[in-house]
């Protein structure tokens, strides 16, 4: 398996992009960034994306995609895979042919660029080759996070935007999962502001992965916000963990 980052960011400046991460060219986790990170070929290549939840910076590169592959005349589908709640706010607050035109029945109801797939948590199903299971995690918003696995069964975890949580560990102890992607988007003096907004500091990150069964060989941080970057590297540096690293936009990495 590998991911390639094509946005890793809390927030959108200069350099730095919203999150989307491409498992094998062919399935997406979020959807912050699109269209201005993968050219025309790899943009036909993509088939499914996994989507934590419905928030502007998770969600902007897909309009683009859909209207990319609607006027090249593709004939792609994208399938967007969410528990039943984050794809409701998909079709009545984007997709709802005011905001951006309804992709369900473009460029034609039988072969639209658009479809929606909801899943269940705790619930393995397939997608292409891989199993995936989804996870409620706690944000402010319905919000999940993913479990990949491939067929040698090794696994990533995924968190999305998400505050202290418990059942995504308790899914991620079940399987052999090889890294896990996980937010941290606030320095600790800003621990109020984190747990208001459902979001991870350093401190809580300690805390959260003191709850794993084990911790996963290797664990990247996303999702800082780019103001406090210095800030939230030095206290995430301060914890002492070989294992972390900070997750680049452009880098590819194999499981």
């Not at 919203?18 to 062919?26: E, M, Q």
């Not at 009545?92 to 034609?108: A, Q, S, V, Y």
């Not at 619930?123 to 402010?140: F, G, Q």
């Not at 996963?216 to 406090?228: A, E, F, G, S, T």
């Amino acid at each position: 398996m590998k991911i390639k980052v094509l946005g890793a960011s809390g927030s959108e400046v200069p350099g730095h992009s919203c999150p989307a991460l491409l498992i094998d060219g062919k399935i997406l986790l979020d959807a912050g960034t699109i269209a201005v990170a993968l050219n025309i070929r790899e943009e036909r290549s993509l088939r499914h994306i996994l989507l934590t939840h419905a928030h502007f910076d998770h969600i902007k590169g897909i309009p683009f995609l859909l209207d990319n592959l609607v006027t090249r005349n593709t004939g792609n589908t994208v399938t967007v895979l969410s528990g039943r709640d984050v794809l409701d706010d998909l079709r009545k607050n984007i997709f709802n042919g005011r905001i951006w035109p309804d992709f369900t029945r473009l460029p034609d109801p039988a072969h639209p660029a658009l479809q929606y797939r909801a899943i269940r948590p705790e619930r393995p199903v397939k997608v292409d080759e891989y199993s995936v299971v989804m996870e409620r995690v706690h944000h402010t918003v319905p919000a999940y996070g993913y479990i990949v696995e491939d067929g040698a069964r090794k696994a990533v975890g995924y968190t999305g935007d998400t505050g202290p949580t418990d059942r995504f560990w308790k899914s991620m102890a079940a399987r052999d999962v090889k890294c896990l992607i996980v937010e941290t988007s606030f320095p600790d003096r800003l621990e109020t502001l984190a747990l208001a907004s459902g979001h991870l500091t350093p401190s809580l990150l300690e805390k959260e992965i003191a709850k794993m069964r084990p911790p996963p060989p290797k664990i990247y941080v996303m999702h800082l916000k780019p103001q406090y970057l210095s800030e939230i590297e030095a206290e995430v540096e301060a914890l002492g963990r070989g294992n972390i690293e900070f997750l680049k936009e452009g880098e590819v990495i194999g499981l």
